[in-house]
Structure formats: C-alpha cells, structure tokens
C-alpha cells in the first residue's frame, strides 16, 4: 500500500542496499515522497458483477455521499473544502474561472460552469484542453484555471495545467486518483473519494464530478455573500442524492427493458436544454463508446438549425426534460419531435402530461434544477450498457479506447 510517485526527469535506482530515487540531468538524489493508497483489493475487482461498468454504476450512491462526507458542514460554515482554504486569497479574487478537461470530464465542467455563474457570480467558461492548449489563450490576471480529470493523467488536461501555470494562473484540480500527476501540479484541489473506476466508460466518476463542482460553486458562492438559505437548499439537496439514485438503480429492469426495444437502431439524438444540454451530451457519448451506435447530443434550443432534417420513424430520440426553468421550451421541441414521426424517448422528474406525447418515458426523483444532472444521467448510463451488452460489446474495454489518455 506504500508507493513513491516518480515525477518527470526522475528515475528509480535499486540495490542491495534499497532504493534511491535520481534526477536523471543531474544524476542527483532527491528525497523520496512516500504515500499510502487508501483503496482496497475488493474496490479493483468485479464482486459477482458481470461487468466492472454495472458494478460502477451500481456504486453511485456510495460514491456521491463519499465525495461530500466530511465537507457538507452543520452551521455556518456549510461547506469545508481543503483546497478552498489553500488557495483562499486567490479564489475569493478571482475575476474569471476556466474549466479546462477532455471526454466525459468536459462535460461536467459545463455544469460546473453553469454552477459556478448561478451561485457564485464569476464569469466562468469550458475548454477543451486538447483546444485550448493550442490557442494562445487570454489569460489576464485575476483567472483561475481548473482542471478536471478521473484518472489525473490526461495527457491535454495536463498540459493545460502546465500552460496556465506557466502564465502565472492560479491552478486548482478535481480529481479522483490520489497521487496522479494533475493532483501533484496544481496549487490545490479537490479529491472525489469515488473510488477506483476501472471500466474504460467513465460513470461513478462523472457523477462525482458534478457533486465536488457544486460543494466547489458553494464554498466560492459564500466568500460572495450567497444567502444562507440557497446554501442549505443546496446542501440538503447533495445530502438526498445517495437515496435518490439509489431509487432509480431499483428500477434498472425498466431501463434494460427499453434498451431490448431499443436495439435494433443504429442512429440516436439526444436532446437537452440548460443543465440538461450536457447530460444529453453524456448520455450520446455513453452510447457511442460502449455499443458502437451511432448518436450525436444537441441542446434542444438548435435542433431546428440543422438536426430535424434527420428526424423521422427511424430515428430515436432522447429527451432529457425534467421540471426545470427550460422545460416549457423543451416540451415545445418534443412536440416538433413527435409531429415529424420520431421515436420519443424522455426522461423527466415530473412524468404528467408526458405520457401520451412520449413513446417510452422515465421518471427520476425531483431536486434542484442543479443536481438533476446527476439523477438523469443514471439512466442514460444503464440504457448504454444494456444495449452493449446486448449488442456483444466489450462494455469494459471498448475497441479503440483507453481508461486514460496519456498521449496525444
């Protein structure tokens, strides 16, 4: 359980005597960082699952509520957060914040984006590392740079980092693995506590993702005078979601049910508005890597700039519409949807009125409109994975990809 993180330039040097480890320029010895890994041989292995991505999708509840125990804080202070506190000056002067991530990760910062404007009033944008490291980016003072990564050694993500350190950024990480190479650059941050992910799909991770985003646009809300009375919507609203998904993986028969109905498609939409737009994204990439379908994720505000033309009896299309600020905007395209002959498939926290207009319809518990991400997402999830595995797909290692992207 004892480990030493080789950094770049450094080489491990063994003898009779032990271990040394050596700057390989200068053939020097430096001290050696010795660090515990906290997980167990049991969280590395499938525990009668069939697969490491049902048993990771399984562990959701306990994932989330590991990701904020400890930091959600009865009284005042409300939110506890070690990398706050590290980098307390240059985060309660912030003028500007950018989510840097590839991949699944991406898509949490959107929502993290969406949080961080909402609660704590701070311009915040999304990068594509892989883009954005490449553009010569603006970065005035005052700009926080966060990076988001599973597996804290994506290859972009991490030249990112680098980058925006070497402007003089302030860096701050959202990561899951203890030690990676992210977690030891930048200035502070934030571990899920998700536990290792093994399948290449990211799932429990993202999940998590999105819960230490929020305990982060809350700790940065309340250095701005976010009212006690949000803060604790809020916190109460983190504290139900164990149970909440956990309510939703009951009802998995539901969904493996409609992923046989579905089955025989080779193209899928996903459509989503406001917090919604990037879940849809999520789901549409699950689907895509996972079982090899086709399906392309859209905010349901564009689909009348280019994406109807594809609708027909053919197509399937997933709408994720909870009870939010867009739904009355959303439910207007599902109707355009279903005038054009395509196959509804929604997914809301408040299922009347939907069930005539919806030709499969999944309804997830309610919260606030910002933590609905982490409840629509089950679903889309499990639909992936069961059409996978009913597809013959390797669901743990999908042709093509690798778990973390270290080249580029």
Known sequence: RRVVYLEDGEMAVFDASGCDIVRMDLMSKVDMRVEEIEWDLPE?????????????????????????????????????????????????????????????????????????????????SVEYASEWRYRDPVLEPGTVVVGISQSGETADTLAAIDLAKRRGCPTFGIINTVGSSIARLTDAGVYLHAGPEI?????????????????FAIGMGKQRGLEPERIKQYTDGLKALPGQVQEILDRADEIEALASRLLDHDNFLYLGRGYSFPVALEGALKLKEISYVHAEGFSAAEMKHGPIALIDENMPVVVVAPRDASYPKVLSNMQEVKARGGHLITISSEPNGLGELSDEMFAVPHTLDALLPVLTSVPLQLLAYHIGVMRGCDVDKPRNLAKSVTVE
């Open 44 to 124: 590395v292995e499938r525990g009668g699952h069939p697969h490491f991505m049902l048993k990771e999708i399984l562990e959701q509840p306990h994932g989330i509520a590991s990701t904020w125990r400890g930091r959600l804080i009865d009284g005042p202070e409300a939110v506890r957060l070690g990398g706050l506190h590290e980098m307390g000056e240059s985060l309660q002067s912030a003028r500007r914040v950018i989510f840097t991530a590839c991949g699944t990760s991406w898509h949490a910062g959107q929502i993290g984006a969406y949080l961080l404007e909402e609660l704590a009033r701070i311009p915040t």
């Open 199 to 215: 399948g290449v799909a990211s799932t429990k991770a993202f999940t998590s993702q999105v819960v230490a985003l929020t305990l």
